[in-house]
């Protein structure tokens, strides 16, 4: 069971990674094609902008997302520094508890509210449903959950690069 633990974490870690590539140059791409239509045709793409912006939130949500893989986020630590060594995988523990429960409860507010967007048929850009561009936002918040609470239960990460 550990052993195909670790393959998904893999193969998410690779979808992950993928994903945040796509989603950059996409991004880089659709800017640059914007600013030389408008400097040069007088025009512009008119589904890019919102496009972009889209993409920037997916970005932070991937990078938040393999920082946590790496841990290499951004951590409030400070009962970690003072804690004696005997207790630091208990501290440690504690951390990723508490970690883990605010991003399941974000996952779940999130996921409330892009089925909101789907029940209102929020438009994202030309007709296409802005639900399906923030079904990202609660997976994100899901797999930063599932990372802390696999360093909770196995003392450390699962998957390494």
Do not use: C
Request: zero cysteines; aromatic letters at 12%; a neutral charge.
């Amino acid at each position: 069971m550990m052993r195909f633990i670790r393959r998904l974490g893999i193969l998410w870690n690779g979808i992950e990674d993928v994903m945040l590539v796509v989603s950059l140059s996409s991004m880089m791409l659709l800017s640059v094609i914007q600013i030389l239509m408008r400097n040069f045709m007088e025009t512009s793409l008119v589904w890019a902008d919102p496009l972009i912006r889209i993409l920037v939130l997916w970005i932070a949500l991937l990078g938040a997302m393999i920082g946590t893989r790496k841990n290499q986020h951004i951590a409030i630590d400070l009962l970690s520094h003072y804690a004696p060594t005997s207790l630091q995988s208990l501290v440690a523990r504690f951390i990723a508890l508490i970690a883990s429960i605010i991003a399941f409860v974000m996952a779940y507010f999130s996921w409330r509210f892009v089925m909101s967007e789907k029940e209102y048929e929020t438009v994202a850009f030309l007709s296409v449903h802005a639900w399906l561009f923030q079904l990202l936002i609660p997976v994100a918040f899901a797999s930063i959950a599932l990372r802390f609470v696999s360093e909770l239960v196995f003392g450390g990460r699962v998957t390494e690069e």
